[in-house]
């Protein structure tokens, strides 16, 4: 079956420390992975695709890396601004349907 | 490019009644996904259209249902509401490739 796992649950950082958030899957095909942000209210936000292992993408103070079993978001020096739930999601090539992470919740403090 | 936008963006129904959902798409895209989104289930998968036709589907009662139009906008609809179907409905759209863009949630209640 189909899987995504995120963690940690939630994540607490104080501002400038860096850390990595862990998506893992299982899933028949990878048709890509997927991380979003979302805020408290809001849609989630798109912020990279991953569709082969080795593969990595920056943006800002994150950078997302793909394994063959697992991927993560790294946040380097992070500000509270960073403060969302990140969520990860996965594209099955048996199913073709988005399957979602429960996400990580974290908070940067000042 | 204006965003994906739903409507209402608030609902407050009670239990037994019918709800229905609108979304419309980013220009250009001809693929609407649907999920419900709750603090226990985390974003689950409604279903998926593609030039009006359904592509497929998750693991919902037949009380949710959903519609594509010719220009693409979408609507779901919940008949026979229960107090469980509490949550934010979410609808992403698609261009060809592979990415998926929110819009901001229809927050429903039941009562």
């Known amino acids: 079956e189909d899987q995504v796992t995120q963690s940690p649950e939630a994540l607490r950082l104080q501002e400038g420390e860096s850390s990595s958030l862990n998506c893992s899957y299982t899933?028949?095909?990878?048709?890509?992975l997927f991380w979003y942000r979302q805020d408290p209210g809001k849609g989630p936000e798109f912020l990279f695709t991953?569709?082969?292992a080795g593969e990595e993408k920056e943006k800002e103070r994150l950078k997302a890396t793909l394994t063959k079993k697992e991927s993560f978001l790294h946040i380097t020096a992070p500000k509270p601004e960073d403060s969302a739930t990140y969520l990860c999601?996965?594209?099955?090539?048996?199913?073709?349907?988005?399957?979602f992470g429960t996400g990580t919740r974290l908070q940067v403090f000042p | 490019k204006a965003g994906v936008t739903q409507t209402p963006r608030y609902l407050i129904k009670t239990r037994g009644q019918q709800v229905t959902l609108s979304c419309s798409p980013i220009s250009g895209h001809r693929s609407v996904s649907w999920y419900q989104q709750t603090p226990g289930q985390g974003l689950q998968f409604l279903f998926e259209y593609f030039s009006e036709t359904q592509r497929n589907k998750g693991n919902f009662p037949g009380r949710f249902s959903g519609r594509q139009f010719s220009n693409s906008r979408s609507e779901m609809n919940v008949s026979t509401l229960e107090l469980g179907d509490s949550a934010l409905y979410l609808c992403?759209?698609?261009?060809?490739?592979?990415?998926?863009?929110f819009g901001p949630g229809t927050r429903l209640t039941v009562l």
């Open positions: 999601a996965v594209r099955s090539g048996g199913t073709d349907k988005l399957i």
């Open positions: 991953l569709y082969s």
């Open positions: 899933v028949s095909g990878l048709r890509g």
């Open positions: 992403a759209s698609s261009p060809p490739d592979n990415e998926q863009f």
